[in-house]
C-alpha cells in the first residue's frame, strides 16, 4: 500500500511539473534572429542607440533578441542571470568592477553611467557568455559597428 502511495505521489508530481513547463519546443535559426534584430534597426538608430524586443516567455526564464549600435550602460540584476549568444558582430563586454552612479530603475535593475575596474573580454560572433545575478556589467561597441545579440534571461533569485 506504502509502495502504490509513493508510486502515486511521484506521478501527481511529474504531471504538476509538466503543467509548469512550455509544451512546445522552440527553434529559430540564426537568420531567422538575424531577420528579427534587423527589424530593430529604425529604433536602434535613436539615441540609445539600441533595440531589444521580447521574443518568448517561460516559466523561469525569457529570450529576447538585441541589436546594439552605441556602448550601453552600466547594469546589474538582482533577480536575473543573462546568456548572451553573440549571433553578429563585436563588442567588449566589461564585467565585475562598479557601477558609477548607479540607481534602481525598477525593482531588481540597477543602472549606471559606467563599469569601473571591470574585466574586458571581446565578444565576437558565436561566442556565448554567463553574467551570473548581480554582477556589474556593459557593452561597449566600436563606432559605426553593429552588435545583434541573443540573450536569455534566467531568474535566480
Excluded at 549571433?87 to 540607481?103: I, M, N, Y
Excluded at 573580454?121 to 554567463?130: A, F, K, N, W, Y
Excluded at 563606432?143 to 535566480?156: N, P
Aim: glycine fraction near 10%; charged fraction near 20%; aromatic fraction near 6%.
Amino acid at each position: 500500500m506504502r509502495m502504490r502511495i509513493a508510486i502515486l505521489a511521484v506521478v501527481v508530481a511529474m504531471v504538476h511539473a509538466a503543467a509548469a513547463q512550455t509544451v512546445k519546443v522552440d527553434h529559430m535559426t540564426q537568420s531567422e534572429l538575424i531577420e528579427k534584430a534587423q527589424a530593430l534597426n529604425a529604433k536602434a538608430q535613436g539615441p540609445d542607440g539600441s533595440a531589444s524586443v521580447k521574443l518568448d516567455e517561460y516559466p523561469n526564464h525569457f529570450t529576447m533578441i538585441a541589436l546594439r549600435h552605441k556602448d550601453g550602460g552600466a547594469e546589474i540584476h538582482e533577480n536575473y542571470a543573462d546568456f548572451f549568444f553573440v549571433l553578429q558582430g563585436h563588442a567588449t563586454l566589461l564585467s565585475g568592477g562598479t557601477v558609477q552612479d548607479g540607481k534602481t530603475v525598477a525593482p531588481g535593475e540597477v543602472r549606471g553611467t559606467s563599469v569601473q575596474n571591470g574585466d574586458r573580454t571581446g565578444l565576437s560572433e558565436g561566442d556565448i557568455v554567463h553574467i551570473p545575478t548581480g554582477v556589474p556589467h556593459q557593452l561597449l561597441i566600436s563606432d559605426g559597428g553593429t552588435f545583434i545579440y541573443f540573450v536569455i534571461k534566467v531568474r535566480e533569485k
